[in-house]
């Protein structure tokens, strides 16, 4: 079966008067229901590379496809329009919008895509809160949430269009033990939907839970395989 | 772009009380440019009502714009010939067949004609002389071309026609000289003719030219004084459309010859003088309001600052580029609706309260005018929303083109 992610060669180098290689040499291929954990020490690359793999940025070598889809020739409207409709992220912090409440925050992302009405909006993302366990929360603002709230929250608009890929760049480092597990619970479980999931975790626990472990140092893949 | 307004309004509740302190700015500057253009132009409104009130609409008079070609250069003209200081012919001049033009002007729909001899008069009273333009008229005809009558003050126009020794003239005039109702006054011409005139009616228009420097007398006294019997030099007239008037007298010049003057012409300064007048007005009011664009621009520059990390977000679940600049293009926009409908009601308010003003120099009971307009409304609005615009557009920009990954980085 095609994966729904494919890189081939991906490399990225930040200019300047001494360039700084993040990334270097990854082909990757990534299978619908799947589960990936990218570990590694600090400054190995890991976010850089989640960062590619999501077309949030543009590799200076190689190439990314996108369920098949090549994207280097994409503008930057383009990559934005994929990440909207085929990505969903979740960052360590929640970069949930102050002035909107949970329900809003959610809908954030259907409402840029525009295909469902008002109504339809709501109703989604409403049951992304229950499924989250946070439907009470519905029209509180963030400031009004714990930390664990805050980042269900995000992980529900991060489901809001349904991506196939949710990309996690360690989405449990600021929460506690708790809610942390919870939280790794939640994405495990996109998995039985059918999405693909890839995280980005120091916590070796947590990264245990996964089924495919992917290790870089210094921009490259070191190690990458299956888990028990 | 549903979704980037609810995000503009979103960011300007947040900040109420810069936000409002922009809003105000921008209704200042609105309610100052309508009541400000509004002073100005019912000022000017009045003048020219009292100008073409006061005065005929065109005035024929027994010149020519260009003295026909000399017997000369028609029998040379390809020659060089030059002809200069080309004296009348007839030094007591006048219209020629004036009654004739009278009669075919007066059969035209809509405009009234009246003949009038006018000259030089000196006026002694007290062992002073005033020197004035003396308009002899006929005044049944005379009061069809002018709206004098309703400028009188003390006695009538007509009253000319019954005393042919009466003499009316502009009530400051008569304050300077001394004089009043039933007083006489010794006159004399250029023409040698001196008299003794009774005042039998006194004016003011606001206009200082004619207060001061224009007196009526009967027509045929007039000819009589200027030794011109029977010499009408000027033929009043006046249109029941105003906006007939250069028409009107283009056609006269055509079909007689005279040079006929419509009103533009003869108060081309004082319409000179208006424009200058706008021109000054209308560019320090619409500064204003494009000062009151820099506040609009200090807020929404904090704005994106403050959000560079909700921006980051928003770029990341999927806004385009074009969208976060609409977000920040529709807080300006926000802004400046605010202001102008503000400013309309402040303008409205500041207006009304001018009019209660009276009008210096002017009759007692007469208070100033405030000409408000939906152009000025709409000029006003234009102005502060282009300006909003634009005072959001460079800090819209500069949130455009932040880089969601450093914002992300830098968080993590």
New interface residues.
Partial sequence: MKPVLRTVGLGRVLPGPVPVTLVSEVTLDFARASFSVITGPSGSGK?SLL?LLGL??VPTAGEVFVDGTPTAAMD??ER??M???AFG?V???H??????TVLDNVM??M???GRLSAPEMRARGMALLEALDMAEQAHKRPDALSGGQRQRTAVA?ALA?DPPVVLA??PT?SLDTRNAAAVFSVLGGLVAEGRTVIAVTHDEGLAGMAQRRIHLVDGRVVRDGMQE | M??PLS?AL??L??RRRQTMVSVLGVALGVSVFIAMTGLMAGFQNFFRGQLIDSNPHVVVTDEVRRPAPQPLVLLHPQAAVEVTRILPRDPVRGIANASAILDALSAMPGVAAAPTLRGQMLLRRAGRDYAVSAIGIDPVLEMRVTALAKDMKQGSLEALGTRPDGVVMGLPLAEKMGAGLGDTISVATAAGGESVLRVVGLFRTGLEQQDLGQVYVSLNRQQSMQARPRVVNEIHIRLADLSRSIPIAELIEGRWGYKAAPWEETFARVLEVFLLQNLIIYGTTGSILLVAGFGIFNIISTVVTEKA??I????????????VVATFIMEGLAVGAMGVAAGWLMGWGAASLIETFPAPGADPGMTLTVAQTPFSYGLAGAIAMASAVVAAWLPARKAARTD??SI??G??
Wanted: charged share 25%; net charge positive; aromatic share 10%.
């Fill in positions: 976010s960062y949030l940025d930057d409207a934005t329009r990440r909207l409709a992220f960052f360590q912090f970069f949930l919008l102050p002035e909107f954030l992302p409402r840029q895509l608009r269009n760049d360690e480092g | 549903m979704l995000i979103a960011h509740r947040s990390r909700d980051a977000i928003m770029r990341s679940v999927g806004m385009p580029r074009g969208s969601p990954l992300i980085r968080a993590a």
